[in-house]
């Protein structure tokens, strides 16, 4: 390059759009060259000859060579805003819709000729299959054996029949899941394919099945509520009248008959039966009132209570108590209070009439967030599978209701042991809700 000349600046997108835009409006001038150049040469042929001969030939030499430049032109420039568009934007959808499939949770294949041309990570991940690894693979083999012809007759028709609700996939490695497809029929690279989407029901199916379970267990937690409640009234009832009443009519004939009688010694025999009776009497009384609350939880706090219905239960079964009861350092929610003792008295009940153990281990402390209570005994234990009592799941609820949690674990010969966490407060129930779900 000469010294003192600037190099040319490269040419930029900006600068071949704006030769664009000039060919725009020099391709309409073109055209109307050629229009007057055809005029030119028609006026030329009829004029005489010697009359301006040289002006008219320039100029429909002139017009004939801009029409034909413009003819090129026309043929060899390309539709600028169809081109341009095309260029430009279809690698831009293409990126655009690889990056939406490759976000989409469920998973996404192309077919042609039954076999997966394109699958996104989902699933590869779905199907067991490293990346790039589901290209190339037969839809026959994503599809349980026993399961194929009614799977692949679906997938070619699938307006033709109502698609179930869940179909079988099979895995890499084998194993099942059940999955929701849908299926629609387009085009690939100028061939008919199959887009197929796989939703792995396993998880919504497993929730479903927990629900379920969940559903059962309150409805069987709902009325053996009710026939607690009404075994309770009942044994009331009948204490209330077979013993109290007994002992209250006993303590009336008494005092009857100390009014008749004018002997001393026999008046003070009838008043000593009387006082004998309404000792009685107020002992079963207390023992009624301790079944339906015990007034050590209102008056010495849930301590007090732990402490006095563990010996008083267990010493009368034959059983060792070994008690670790710490001080709290605040005293908890009434209701808290309440779901904690009785927590722990349906755990010692369950290991007298169930456990045949030897000893229990009872602990109750400060867990900083609020009280641990565990109970443990070197009982029979059993397997958790086959738990069939509702003594746990009213447990449960009665930990979770308070906004706390309940674990327990047992082993058959090994004893169990059961573990819950309380708040010291009340919760919400949408605390309570978030507990039983952790």
Request: with cysteine; net charge negative; glycine share 8%.
């Amino acid at each position: 390059m000469p010294t003192g000349q600037s190099r040319p600046k490269p040419r930029t997108e900006a600068d071949r759009r704006l030769d664009v835009t000039a060919l725009r409006w020099q391709l309409p001038a073109l055209h109307a060259g050629l229009v007057l150049g055809a005029w030119g040469l028609v006026a030329l042929w009829n004029r005489p000859v010697g009359v301006m001969p040289a002006f008219w030939v320039a100029t429909a030499t002139a017009l004939a060579g801009s029409a034909l430049m413009a003819v090129w032109l026309h043929r060899r420039l390309p539709r600028c805003d169809d081109a341009s568009a095309t260029v430009g934007s279809a690698p831009a959808a293409g990126r655009e819709l690889r990056e939406l499939m490759r976000l989409l949770p469920d998973g996404v294949l192309l077919l042609v000729d039954d076999r997966v041309a394109f699958a996104n990570p989902a699933g590869e991940a779905m199907f067991g299959y490293a990346p790039e690894g589901l290209t190339g693979v037969a839809v026959s083999d994503l599809v349980p054996e026993q399961d194929r012809d009614a799977v692949e007759s679906w997938r070619r028709a699938p307006d033709a029949c109502e698609p179930p609700p869940t179909l079988p996939m099979r895995r890499r490695d084998g194993s099942v899941f059940r999955a929701a497809l849908t299926v629609a029929q387009t085009r690939h690279e100028q061939r008919p394919c199959t887009l197929l989407v796989v939703r792995d029901l396993t998880d919504a199916e497993r929730m479903r099945d927990e629900l379920a379970a969940g559903n059962r267990e309150l409805q069987a937690l709902a009325v053996r509520v009710l026939t607690l409640q009404e075994d309770e009234r009942r044994a009331i009832s009948r204490e209330l009248h077979d013993d109290i009443g007994q002992s209250v009519t006993a303590m009336k004939m008494a005092a009857g008959s100390a009014l008749d009688e004018d002997d001393a010694q026999r008046r003070r025999d009838d008043l000593e039966d009387i006082l004998m009776l309404a000792d009685a009497t107020l002992e079963r009384l207390r023992d009624i009132s301790i079944l339906l609350r015990p007034p050590q939880l209102d008056a010495l706090g849930l301590e007090a209570a732990l402490r006095w219905h563990a010996e008083r239960l267990l010493r009368n079964a034959g059983i060792e108590a070994a008690l670790d009861i710490h001080p709290l350092p605040q005293r908890p929610d009434p209701g808290v209070e309440q779901a904690c003792f009785r927590i722990a008295q349906e755990a010692l009940t369950n290991v007298v009439r169930h456990a045949r153990a030897g000893r229990v281990q009872l602990t109750l402390r400060d867990a900083g967030d609020g009280l641990d209570l565990s109970v443990h005994d070197d009982g029979r234990g059993f397997a958790p599978e086959a738990a069939r009592g509702l003594g746990l799941v009213i447990m449960r609820e009665r930990a979770h209701g308070a906004g706390g949690r309940l674990e327990v674990s047992a082993t058959p010969g090994s004893g169990t042991r059961l573990d819950a966490w309380l708040p010291y407060a009340p919760a919400t129930v949408e605390a309570a809700a978030a507990a039983g779900r952790g």
